[in-house]
Antibody, heavy 120, light 107 residues
């Protein structure tokens, strides 16, 4: 059974950092591109970042470029999101999501999410 | 960036009815479109990919259609468990973008 479980969320002050983790199981992690998608309270979905199966390529939305870093440890089947210089507008539930196996960038499986609140 | 305009924002229908949700892209996305269902308090789940391909395990009352810039999701024989928000997503190009969502309720 495919499982994605996020952790590391919580309350953080503006300007500070936070690192999210996503533990994957039930599939061959290093065969899949992975992503983070966020959803502000009562709002829609926003793609944040994607990393290729081997970590060689990364993609970011403009609003997080230079502040967020997506990475992965294939030996540990774990995806990460390092978030620096956090802003109040980064407050959201962050979902770890698996891209499809056929190199199309839709998401065929999502974790339950972890909430990040940026507030003083 | 490709903008995805989704309509309607909310929808109320009776059990057994057929409903349709629309998504319009700001440019041709060549069927690079997915639909997701998000039930209250849960994470999204994939319904449709490549505009009209049903994801594994999704009931056949869900179907997708469209091409170019215009796409739609149809739900036949509405069931109580279909109460959810529905989102479209284009994956033709980065940045990946979603529609604003449609909240479906039962009358």
């Amino acid at each position: 059974e495919v499982q994605l479980v996020e952790s590391g969320g919580g309350l953080v002050q503006p300007g500070r950092s936070m690192k999210l983790s996503c533990a994957a199981s039930g599939f061959t992690f290093n065969n899949y591109d992975m992503a983070w998608v966020c959803q502000a309270p009562k709002k829609g979905l926003e793609w944040v970042a994607t990393i290729s199966y081997d970590g060689s390529s990364t993609y970011y939305r403009d609003s997080v470029k230079g502040r967020f870093t997506i990475s992965r440890d294939n030996a540990k089947s774990t995806l990460y999101l390092q978030m620096d210089s956090l802003r109040s507008e980064d407050t959201a539930t962050y979902y770890c999501a698996r891209h499809s196996a056929n190199s199309h960038w839709y998401f065929d499986f999502w974790g339950p999410g972890t909430m990040v609140t940026v507030s003083s | 960036d490709i903008q995805m305009t989704q309509s309607p924002a909310s929808l109320s229908a009776s059990l057994g009815e057929t409903v349709t949700i629309e998504c319009r892209a700001s440019e041709d996305i060549y069927n690079g479109l997915a639909w997701y269902q998000q039930k209250p308090g849960k994470s999204p789940q994939l319904l449709i990919y490549n505009a009209n391909s049903l994801h594994t395990g999704v009931p056949s009352r869900f179907s997708g259609s469209g091409s170019g810039t215009q796409y739609s999701l149809k739900i036949n024989s509405l069931q109580s468990e279909d109460v959810a928000s529905y989102f479209c997503q284009q994956y033709y190009n980065y940045p990946l973008t979603f529609g604003s969502g449609t909240k479906l309720e039962i009358k």
